[in-house]
């Protein structure tokens, strides 16, 4: 069991939209609608931002959303702000196990 | 309001075998659904999923680490431990639990995680 593939950094303008994709298997992200997103901010607990594909938890901002086509998950950031820089991890479930995937590191241009 | 907390050894040598304690507040793994999992992150690197328990005692583990890892819960203290054996030092990471919601299959609340290193 592979970890998902994650670009290592994106960046943007404030204000700008930003994707994040995750590209698994048929084994995990092809196969179930069970992909989550957490951000994580230096030296803190990752938090949940997207789960099942799309869903956003109770007091995350609208900006996230997420989506999936085929084997790739997608989370996009809209009118990126700064408390927005931070890693993301996206994550699967694959059967009899999760799998998180290799991280991005969101930045400013 | 939920809280979890790691505690366990800061340095352990290899070979040895590595007891990580969760100690979590707020609610109750006799709760259809919920469960209590731990995942790590060796400094400057990725989140790694390990392991979680649910309220049946349904375990699930990491493929690659499942015959190094155990985790089992005692209800009555509020506590999951998670054992893993025959240490290295690549295992040299910050381990987290995490609660697990009935309603998804997400880590909703996360402890501030304990670092250990492995080393001789």
């Known amino acids: 069991q592979s970890a998902l593939t994650q670009p290592a950094s994106v960046s943007g303008s404030p204000g700008q939209s930003i994707t994040i994709t995750c590209t698994g298997t048929?084994?995990?992200?092809?196969?179930?609608?069970?992909v989550s997103w957490y951000q994580q901010h230096p030296g803190k607990a990752p938090k949940v931002m997207i789960y099942?594909?799309?869903k956003r938890p109770s007091g995350v901002s609208n900006r996230f959303s997420g989506s999936k086509s085929g084997n790739t998950a997608t989370l996009t950031i809209s009118g990126l702000q700064a408390e927005d820089e931070a890693d993301y991890y996206c994550?699967?479930?694959?059967?009899?196990?999760?799998?998180f995937g290799t991280g991005t590191k969101v930045t400013f241009l | 309001q939920i809280t979890l907390k790691e505690s366990g050894p800061t340095l352990v040598k290899p070979t040895q075998t590595l007891t990580l304690t969760c100690t979590f507040s707020?609610?109750?793994?006799?709760?259809?659904?919920?469960?209590v999992g731990w995942i790590r992150q060796p400094p400057g690197k990725a989140l790694e999923w390990l392991a979680l328990?649910?309220?049946?005692?349904?375990?699930r583990y990491s493929p690659s680490l499942k015959s190094r890892l155990t985790i089992t819960k005692d209800t009555s203290k509020s506590q999951v431990v998670l054992t893993m054996t025959n240490v290295d030092p690549v295992d040299t990471a910050t381990y987290y639990c995490?609660?697990?919601?009935?309603?998804?299959?997400?880590?909703?609340?996360w402890g501030q995680g304990t670092l250990v290193t492995v080393s001789s």
């Open positions: 995490a609660h697990r919601p009935p309603v998804a299959d997400i880590f909703d609340s």
């Open positions: 707020g609610f109750s793994l006799n709760t259809t659904g919920v469960g």
């Open positions: 328990i649910y309220w049946d005692d349904d375990e």
């Open positions: 048929r084994s995990d992200v092809g196969s179930y609608n069970l």
């Open positions: 099942e594909v799309s």
């Open positions: 994550c699967s479930y694959a059967g009899s196990s999760e799998v």
